[in-house]
């Protein structure tokens, strides 16, 4: 595709539920990035993959969270047992791995856990 | 660790007039890049414009330009010719370019343009 992708655009889910949130990075983009945007905040850092390296997951905020990527393309962040304070907007982003290359980012997802 | 501020929760300029959006930062690297990304209603992130602390120019993406002063740890945004199409929240972003290449953001600064 021309861009990076996320599903769902929208969830809701009931406070202890799973869920899981999908992002499909722009074609030969081997590195991938996601973030959490609560509202009206800046972008928090949850978890890189670069290409076969061991993925950075320095910025996950608990347990509950984690994330993996099949193949070196699509990757699924899971948050277990919901909490209220995860509503937020989960965004995906994606470059080449030279290191030098800028991140594109997806249109994010917005979750709403009540 | 990098750190990166954004001090202007908040800016409004009038339409054609010009704004400047503050950045500064923190890092004990000599090599590293700086963004400002825009974040409209719709929520997609944009790249406005980046640039390489190694170089001395100031990068320039039409109506866009940065203030880089790599001495004094700032990078600020400046908008010529303000359109109503610029209003957005306005995010700027640090990543090293060895190492890890995650991205430090500030907390955004919302720009209103007014008619």
């Known amino acids: 595709g021309a861009g990076v992708s996320q599903s769902p655009s929208n969830k809701v889910t009931e406070k202890g539920k799973d869920v899981e949130l999908r992002c499909d990075p722009i074609?030969?983009?081997?590195?991938l990035y996601w973030y959490r945007q609560s509202l009206g905040q800046g972008l928090e850092f949850l978890i890189y993959f670069q290409g076969n390296s061991a993925p950075d997951k320095s910025g996950l905020p608990s347990d509950r969270f984690s994330a993996e990527r099949t193949g070196g393309s699509v990757s699924t962040l899971t948050i277990q047992r919901t909490q209220q304070e995860d509503s937020a907007v989960y965004l995906c982003?994606?470059?080449?791995?030279?290191?030098?290359?800028?991140?594109?980012f997806g249109p994010g997802t917005r979750l709403l856990v009540l | 660790a990098q750190t990166v501020t954004q001090s202007q929760p908040e800016m409004s300029v009038q339409e054609a007039e010009t704004v400047t959006l503050s950045c500064t930062y923190d890092t004990s690297e000599s090599d590293y890049y700086l963004f400002w990304y825009k974040q409209p209603p719709s929520r997609q992130m944009i790249l406005v414009i980046r640039?390489?602390?190694?170089?001395?120019q100031n990068a320039t993406e039409n109506r866009f330009s940065v203030n880089f002063q790599k001495a004094a740890k700032s990078f600020s945004l400046k908008i010529s010719d303000s359109q109503l199409g610029d209003a957005a929240m306005y995010f700027c972003?640090?990543?090293?370019?060895?190492?890890?290449?995650?991205?430090?953001f500030g907390t955004g600064t919302r720009l209103k343009v007014l008619a």
């Open positions: 982003a994606s470059s080449y791995e030279t290191g030098r290359e800028t991140q594109y």
């Open positions: 972003a640090y990543r090293r370019t060895s190492g890890t290449y995650k991205y430090i």
């Open positions: 640039q390489e602390a190694y170089k001395q």
């Open positions: 074609s030969g983009h081997t590195a």
